[in-house]
């Protein structure tokens, strides 16, 4: 089931808001599957060693899949653009749902980022779903 969020996602993402004090989401949290998360935990292992060592203060509000992309509204410097930028293009090449290496795709007007095991599973839950 696409979407689904797991019981050991939920704690994931409750950790990572209660570790990295950066992260001040807005309602919708984290707007994207399980197979991004660990991309995110590291980016923000990276991002709390720039503010211990820097002493910087910034905040993500937002982290979303866009277009198959993972984006974030953040107000960080430089140094964290880098490193949220670093996380963008891995998460770019990497399964939204599953966490193994993927690619852009494209159907109907919608993209997203999945890999070939991923997308099979898709395609045949959506045709199990709408049958011709």
Known sequence: ???????????LRRRLQQRYKFLKLDVHGFE???GWLPL?????????????R????????????????????????D???EIIDEARTK?????EQCGQ?????????WY???CDTCLMIRYLDESLKYPK
Not at 40 to 52: S, T
Not at 54 to 77: A, C, P, W, Y
Not at 91 to 95: D, H, I, M, R
Not at 101 to 108: D, S, T, V
């Open 1 to 11: 089931m696409w979407g689904y969020i797991s019981d050991d996602s939920f704690r």
């Open 32 to 34: 994207c599957a399980d």
């Open 40 to 52: 995110i935990e590291e980016m923000c292992i990276k991002l709390d060693a720039i503010v211990k």
């Open 54 to 77: 820097d002493h910087i203060r910034f905040s993500i509000h937002r982290i979303r899949e866009k277009d198959g992309r993972l984006g974030f509204f953040h107000n960080g410097t």
């Open 79 to 81: 140094a964290v653009y």
């Open 91 to 95: 998460a770019s090449q990497t399964c």
């Open 101 to 109: 290496p993927g690619e852009l795709r494209y159907k109907a007007g």
């Open 112 to 114: 997203w980022t999945e």
